[in-house]
């Protein structure tokens, strides 16, 4: 595949991130300013429709090794997007919309940056250039511009 077509799926995912707060956000404040109760319903929608991936496109099943021998940080996606629900839900309603995800993509390339540099998480090391830290530099510009102006 062509990388601006990976670069505009990547884009529509970050959409989703924007949504999806603002929908648990509202779904909080609908609950009785419950963001618990917000984040576990919104798991659930997720639950169902894998569930539903999985009956209509009937992957193939790993096997119980590959399971077994799989790195314990592999196992942290489901815990961690599930206190992104949360943060959505809790925090969305309290910053807003673009705060909450300018926040989120800052600290997203924070961490990335990081996970690069050290070729952590069975990623390919990739030093911390100047280029780079500009990068990181001008999205927290972006926050405080955000936030502020």
Known sequence: MNIVVFAILAAGAGACIALQASANGNFRKNLGDNPLAAAYLSICGTIITATLAVLLLRPRVPEMTAVRETPW???????????IVLAGAALAPRLGAALFIALVVAGQLVCSLALDHFGLMGLTQQALTPGRLLGAVLVVAGVVCVKYL
């Open 73 to 83: 940080w592999n196992w942290i996606g489901g815990p961690l997007g599930a206190l």
